[in-house]
Nanobody
Framework: VQLQASGGGLVQAGGSLRLSCAASGSISSINAMGWYRQAPGKQRELVATITSGGRTNYADSVKGRFTISRDNAKNTVYLQMNILKPEDTAVYYC????????????????WGQGTELTVSS
């Protein structure tokens, strides 16, 4: 299973950007998908998650500005980021949790390679 994230870049404060992350491989189902971020010198933190049923969870710092969504048929998760702030600058990682594979086995957790977002003031 591979997670391919895209959409990062350089944007001015107040701007918008959308991240995408597609999971590929012998996937039967994915329970939750989400986005995490890690700023320089800081620990990785949760940004937002979404279950296969559409239930969402957001970090307080992004509520009202970011929207997570997913396309279950495409095993793809999106993060629409609006009203971006310099403190949103980080490497954003997508995550797929409790992934069931077509050939069975235990549920697994996978991480994407990260996509960098820089918000200039």
């Amino acid at each position: 299973v591979q997670l391919q994230a895209s959409g990062g870049g350089l944007v001015q404060a107040g701007g918008s950007l959308r991240l995408s992350c597609a999971a590929s491989g012998s996937i039967s189902s994915i329970n939750a998908m989400g986005w995490y971020r890690q700023a320089p010198g800081k620990q990785r933190e949760l940004v937002a998650t979404i279950t296969s049923g559409g239930r969402t969870n957001y970090a307080d710092s992004v509520k009202g500005r970011f929207t997570i969504s997913r396309d279950n048929a495409k095993n793809t998760v999106y993060l629409q980021m609006n009203i971006l702030k310099p403190e949103d600058t980080a490497v954003y990682y997508c995550n797929a949790d409790s992934v069931a594979l077509r050939y069975g086995g235990t549920l697994r957790n996978y991480w994407g390679q990260g996509t960098e977002l820089t918000v200039s003031s």
